[in-house]
């Protein structure tokens, strides 16, 4: 049925796509799910004795194995593990002509006695499936996320490192894989989960820009999602502010550019005095999970905190008169990733060297609940067996 409605949509390219799309979403979310068992295909050779586990760099080298499903005739396929490795693409897939893609970035660690746990990874999968509906890219069940990725893991448990802050890097992905030229959703998607030992991830204190041309994202949009294509928009500026001298951009609100968003691909917070301030999520600014998991550590510890739009102005005022402490990016790569200064209308801003940083202590106590050091208060640990 659903297959046939595809077919339609392919022979007839004028029809209204998005009901076509809107009602493939509702039947596929109505249909009942089943994990049987997750079928594994070893690899018959392995890599792991090729990596130098002790200079890991990031997300350069996968593992043997990874995830894989396949939506085809209306349905997702339950997800196999097979040996990692190439996939074989048609030229006419739509991934390359209309970037229906999308992504998620989550870590596995391995605590003292070996066990491997996750972080919040079901917050993972409702963001996977949230960008997949904007992208309308048909949603993946929630037991083939979890149940496919902890297979995964447990199959991969040696490629988790051990050495301090590193970790498996967890890429778990979806893409049209359905063929067409013309521009409307595909019959076919690939969902994949493939996974890289990491080392501690350390950019130092970056340097950024704030920005007042381009935009990461509008109202409206795709910012909100974890979609490719976000982040290819986001090279090209990044380069003009490396040429300046500058790591990283601060993203402003597209309409005025007189707000801070985000940092790069993370969350950012700005102390002023002693409070915490964030901007608030919407189309334009990722709902990040390091971001949501600081908000619930600083009400917990009592540190003053606000989730509001944050004005370049006030940001630059409160350089210049010293209550500008700090300014980090929030995000799992680097969990928090601390801005040493920024440029702003061809002013450089420096910010203050901190004994006492809130970035140290949050990202401190964040690694401890990871690492299953300390309590896990909140319920965020998720344990791989
Ligand atoms: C992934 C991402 C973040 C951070 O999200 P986490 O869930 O904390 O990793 C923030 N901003 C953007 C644009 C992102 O892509």
């Not at 693409?89 to 596995?108: C, N, T, V, W």
């Not at 540190?303 to 005022?317: F, G, L, N, Y």
Request: glycine residues 8%.
């Amino acid at each position: 049925m659903l297959f046939n409605i595809c077919k339609y949509l392919e022979d007839y390219p004028t029809k209204n796509d998005a009901e076509i799309v809107n009602f493939n979403i509702a039947k596929i979310r109505s249909m009942p799910v089943q994990v049987n068992q997750i079928a594994i295909e070893r690899s018959e050779t392995t890599k792991i004795n090729d990596v130098d586990f002790d200079n890991l760099s990031f997300g350069s080298v996968y593992t043997d194995h990874m995830l894989v499903a396949d939506f085809e005739n209306g349905a997702w396929s339950v997800p196999k593990v097979v040996p990692y490795g190439p996939i074989v693409l048609d030229p006419a897939a739509k991934i390359f002509h209309y970037g229906q893609s999308i992504f998620e970035g989550m870590k596995a660690y391995k605590d003292e006695e070996g066990q491997v746990w996750l972080f919040r990874p079901l917050d993972n999968h409702a963001r996977f499936n949230k960008s997949a509906q904007r992208l309308a890219i048909p949603e993946l069940p929630q037991e083939y996320f979890i149940d496919g990725l902890t297979t995964l893991l447990q199959v991969e448990k040696d490629w988790v490192p051990t050495t301090p802050g590193s970790s498996l890097y967890v890429r778990p992905f979806m893409f049209a894989s359905g063929n067409g030229f013309h521009a409307s959703p595909a019959n076919a998607y690939k969902f994949i989960i493939a996974l890289a030992p990491s080392g501690a991830y350390f950019s130092g204190k970056v340097k950024v820009l704030i920005e007042e041309h381009y935009a990461r994202a509008a109202n409206g949009g795709v910012g909100y999602a974890k979609a490719g294509g976000n982040y290819a928009a986001q090279f090209y500026p990044t380069q003009l502010a490396a040429d300046k001298g500058y790591q990283q951009v601060v993203w402003t609100d597209d309409s005025t550019h007189e707000y801070i968003e985000e940092a790069g691909a993370m969350n950012i917070f700005v102390r002023i005095g002693d409070t915490l301030v964030t901007a608030p999520t919407s189309d334009r600014i990722l709902d990040g999970i390091t971001r949501k998991s600081i908000l619930q550590l600083t009400d917990h510890l009592g540190i003053p905190t606000e989730v509001r739009k944050i004005k370049v102005a006030e940001v630059v005022e409160a350089a210049e008169n010293g209550t500008l402490k700090e300014m980090f990016g929030a995000g799992t790569a680097a969990v928090v990733s601390p801005i040493a200064g920024f440029g702003y209308r061809g002013r450089d801003y420096e910010l203050p060297e901190l004994e006492n940083s809130y970035a140290a202590m949050l990202k401190a106590k964040i690694t401890d609940i990871q690492y299953n050091r300390a309590e896990d208060k909140f319920g965020w640990r998720y344990k791989v067996n």
